[in-house]
């Protein structure tokens, strides 16, 4: 209880500004407990989908002893009274999300999806967004993967 949680999902890579998060708190948390953190949709190394383009997700959070998440698929953090806070994407920090650069990935998963009720998702509803446009990953959104691992991912 009391500590920052930092939470990513499997298809997930958090930027490598996020490995300054613990000075970023540190100076300028104040009475923040909760942080958006800006998610970007992977469609190509270098470009994401226009689909929700930086839009901020609760990931980063003060565990309390009330903290819980509702649904089992896309869980969503439940706490009472948050005082929320954006990161400025000047500094770099950012997720990048996978799921939308492999097109067999993406639709198996948009299957399992449909058959899941709470998942927010019926059929149709991931593979369309692939015609939403493409937007450039603002320079300072630098992320490291493994050479050979895009490939890899990409023709799973």
């Not at 942080?35 to 990931?59: C, D, K």
């Amino acid at each position: 209880e009391g500590q920052w949680i930092l939470k990513w999902d499997a298809d997930e890579l958090p930027t490598t500004g996020l490995k300054h998060i613990a000075e970023y708190l540190t100076k300028y948390a104040g009475n923040y407990n909760l942080f958006g953190i800006p998610i970007y949709h992977m469609r190509t190394p270098t470009q994401a989908l226009g689909v929700e383009y930086g839009f901020a997700h609760s990931r980063l959070y003060i565990k309390q002893a009330w903290t819980r998440y509702e649904e089992p698929v896309h869980a969503r953090l439940v706490q009472p009274y948050p005082r929320a806070n954006t990161f400025d994407v000047a500094l770099g920090m950012g997720m990048i999300h996978w799921s939308y650069y492999c097109d067999s990935r993406l639709r198996r998963k948009e299957e399992w999806y449909a058959k899941q009720p709470t998942s927010g998702h019926g059929k149709g509803t991931l593979v369309k967004n692939w015609s939403t446009g493409l937007r450039d990953l603002p320079p300072n959104m630098e992320y490291k993967v493994a050479d050979g691992w895009l490939e890899a991912i990409k023709n799973a």
